[in-house]
């Protein structure tokens, strides 16, 4: 049974829930300020000491935006850099000839597959939106038909497919054979994909409608028409380059002796953060002073970039500040016991306690290396396990709807500028249904295996 104390905390964090969604979605109120006051009331109701409420909001904003905000901000400055000269036009006219303008959906599903193989969602995101935004409006295809497979891919190989970052906790964790992971990992992952993006994004398309106005849109496809477009190969060169760092980075070990200075120069390269720098950098060469842009024209592009990021950056980070209140109030250790004491089979627990704690906390990386910790001594000590499909459930379960808590929810529904239940009819139901769907493909692969 569970204690009336746990049950008071999930029936609080459900309300606190619903109640930011009717006062940003009805009443209207800034987003920022409903995140702030709703994590405010629930650690009240919560009982957390009151000293330490704000302490724990500023901890949840803080550590949030020490990963994102840099991110966004290069990712931007390559972004308009692509848009400026002519890069994204000319990867996105590319694909079109490649694909056909009716396969615009596969397009994209297939380069963000490729793209955030090595790098975490937020990163992959603003890497490709500046192509997404030109694809969708050379073709005139909805933002959600053609953006949506987009996410779906990023999302699948963030939490199902090896060497990225986020399924190499639950693989190493598990001490799953990476080979074989992978192989399950694509094998799931590909169909789960096509499910959760180019099929369910023609089935909700017709039904969000967008504003025709999107300034983050106009930011990153504006061009000079004055000057040419620049060549595919070094288009895609510059945008996969920071993908190429990371992917050393995540290998270092494989290349390099551990402990070695070139080990450590492999790693440090390889850091999200730096990767994008140095893209941003060369983005500088390559599109920037290449193209004949001026020193003092390349200044500006990279400067005025930044004003459309800053209410992401906040709303990003007011997310955060949330989630660290769900934590810190209890919720998340009251639904861990929920799932713990339901006595599922093994790979439901693994996906259970990975869902509970993605709602929780709004970070699928927190809930996929946190559910895999408690999980792993129990497979250690059960027969049967197959603990490269265990690996892959527990990457399932992170995924699952993401909501107002989880930082990719407010970067997605401000680049694409829909309302939260827009957001919600969209990408929080395309995570769900990858997230139950890869469940279903692992369950049958572990009942053959």
Same mark, same amino acid.
């Given at each position: ?9 999930? =029936?609080? /964090? ?10 940003? +979605?009805? #009443?209207? *109120?800034? $987003? @920022? ?76 599903? =297939?380069? /963000? ?10 990163? +992959?995101? #603003?890497? *490709?939106? $500046? @192509? ?76 969000? =409608? ?240």
């Amino acid at each position: 049974m569970i204690d009336s104390h746990s049950m008071f905390l999930l =029936v609080a /964090a459900f309300v606190s829930v619903v109640s930011l969604i009717v006062l940003i +979605a009805i #009443v209207k *109120l800034n $987003p @920022v300020i409903t995140l702030l006051v709703t994590a405010l009331g629930l650690a009240i109701v919560a009982g957390m000491p009151l000293p330490a409420i704000v302490h724990s909001f500023e901890s949840g904003v803080g550590g949030t935006l020490g990963h994102i905000a840099i991110i966004l901000a290069l990712g931007t400055m390559l972004g308009k850099m692509m848009a400026e000269s002519g890069a994204a036009d000319q990867i996105a006219h590319t694909l079109v000839r490649v694909f056909g303008e009716k396969n615009v959906p596969w397009a994209m599903v =297939v380069i /963000a597959l490729i793209v955030g193989l090595p790098a975490f969602f937020e990163v +992959a995101f #603003v890497l *490709l939106v $500046p @192509v997404l935004f030109t694809v969708a409006r050379r073709t005139n295809t909805s933002l959600i038909m053609a953006g949506l497979p987009m996410v779906a891919g990023l999302s699948v190989v963030h939490g199902l497919v090896p060497p990225h970052p986020a399924a190499m906790l639950a693989v190493a964790t598990y001490h799953a054979d990476v080979g074989r992971t992978i192989f399950y990992g694509f094998l799931i992952g590909l169909p789960t994909a096509v499910i959760a993006g180019p099929l369910y994004a023609r089935l909700i398309a017709p039904h969000v =409608v967008l504003s025709n106005e999107n300034p983050i849109a106009d930011q990153l496809t504006t061009r000079d028409p004055s000057h040419g477009l620049p060549g595919f190969w070094i288009s895609v060169f510059t945008i996969l380059f920071p993908v190429l760092l990371m992917l050393a980075g995540s290998w270092a070990d494989a290349f390099t002796a551990p402990g070695t200075s070139a080990n450590s120069i492999l790693r440090l390269v390889g850091n999200d953060d730096l990767a994008l720098l140095i893209g941003v950098l060369l983005s500088f060469i390559t599109l920037g002073v290449m193209r004949g842009f001026s020193r003092d024209t390349v200044l500006r592009f990279s400067t005025e970039c930044l004003g459309p990021t800053a209410a992401i950056t906040l709303l990003v980070g007011a997310g955060g500040g949330f989630g660290r209140i769900l934590q810190d109030s209890g919720v998340s250790t009251a639904i861990i016991a929920v799932a713990l004491k339901s006595h599922v089979p093994l790979l439901l627990l693994a996906w259970s306690l990975a869902a509970a704690l993605r709602l929780a906390t709004g970070s699928a990386t927190v809930a996929m290396a946190t559910a895999a910790s408690i999980v792993a001594p129990i497979a250690l000590h059960s027969s049967g396990v197959h603990p490269e499909l265990l690996a892959i459930a527990t990457g399932a379960g992170s995924l699952i709807f993401s909501n107002v808590n989880d930082a990719g929810f407010w970067l997605i529904k401000e680049y694409f500028n829909m309302t939260v239940v827009q957001t919600m009819k969209t990408w929080s139901v395309c995570e769900t249904i990858i997230s139950v769907t890869a469940l279903a493909f692992a369950s049958l692969a572990w009942h053959f295996a």
